[in-house]
């Protein structure tokens, strides 16, 4: 079946390092690929998404390219601050029904803390 | 933005006891509305599919009869967790879909002693 796998955290940062959180897939067909994030006590949020090969989804200096030669969705972003501190889940979904997911498939979450 | 709110964000019980979890969309009227639940260092996984005015749709390996879910309204969906066991200990996290999006409350935490 399908299913995510994404590192484990948590991922302990200095103030304005490079972030990197691997994030892997197995799925049948074309999935769409997502990152959320979860601020502490807050919901998950999208953060970013792809719907097919070699999209790039970006936002708020984030950015993730979906390869479909390697299956994965790496969530990188250059300089990370201290409010990027928050957990952070990779998902898959195999249904797209009129631009609405449906059913999603979510990774562990990482949890990522920044120091200053 | 759309906002889903969930209550409580945590709770203790015995075991025994059921436990209800409720899931409102404050500004949007949400047809659908998923219930998650997620074990120490597991992912996310579903649990049903809440459907306002029918019987929820569980996904498999999920006891109906235990885990009960009212979507009475289009604002609110409920979770109750009967007769629960420390087992069923678990971050409990429900999402409502607003057209083309998803938008997911802050968790339950739950703990059964």
């Known amino acids: 079946g399908n299913s995510v796998t994404q590192m484990e955290g948590p991922v302990t940062l200095s103030e304005e390092a490079f972030l990197t959180i691997n994030c892997t897939y197995t799925?049948?067909?074309?999935?769409?690929l997502f990152w959320y994030v979860q601020y502490p006590g807050e919901g998950l949020q999208l953060l970013l998404k792809?719907?097919?090969?070699?999209d790039k989804g970006s936002n708020k200096g984030f950015e993730a390219t979906y390869r479909k030669e390697t299956t994965s969705f790496h969530l990188e972003k250059g300089s990370v601050q201290v409010s990027d501190s928050a957990v952070y889940f990779c998902?898959?979904?195999?249904?797209?029904?009129?631009?609405?997911?449906?059913?999603?498939?979510f990774g562990t979450g990482t949890l990522l803390a920044v120091q200053p | 933005g759309a906002v889903v709110s969930q209550h409580p964000s945590r709770v203790i019980c015995k075991s025994g006891t059921s436990v209800k979890i409720e899931c409102r969309s404050l500004?949007?009227?949400?047809?659908?509305m998923f219930w998650y639940r997620q074990f120490p260092k597991q992912s996310l996984m579903l649990m049903a599919t809440?459907?306002?005015?029918?019987?929820?749709?569980?996904e498999q390996g999920v006891e109906k009869d235990k885990f009960l879910i009212n979507h009475a309204s289009l604002t609110l969906s409920t979770l109750t967790v009967t007769s629960a066991h420390p087992e069923d200990s678990s971050f409990y996290i429900c999402?409502?879909?607003?057209?083309?999006?998803?938008?997911f409350g802050s968790g339950t935490q739950l703990s059964v002693l």
């Open positions: 809440s459907n306002e005015g029918s019987k929820a749709t569980y």
């Open positions: 998902a898959l979904s195999d249904q797209l029904y009129g631009g609405a997911t449906n059913k999603l498939i």
């Open positions: 792809a719907t097919k090969a070699d």
């Open positions: 999402s409502a879909r607003d057209l083309r999006k998803l938008f």
């Open positions: 500004d949007f009227q949400a047809t659908t």
């Open positions: 799925a049948t067909g074309y999935p769409s």
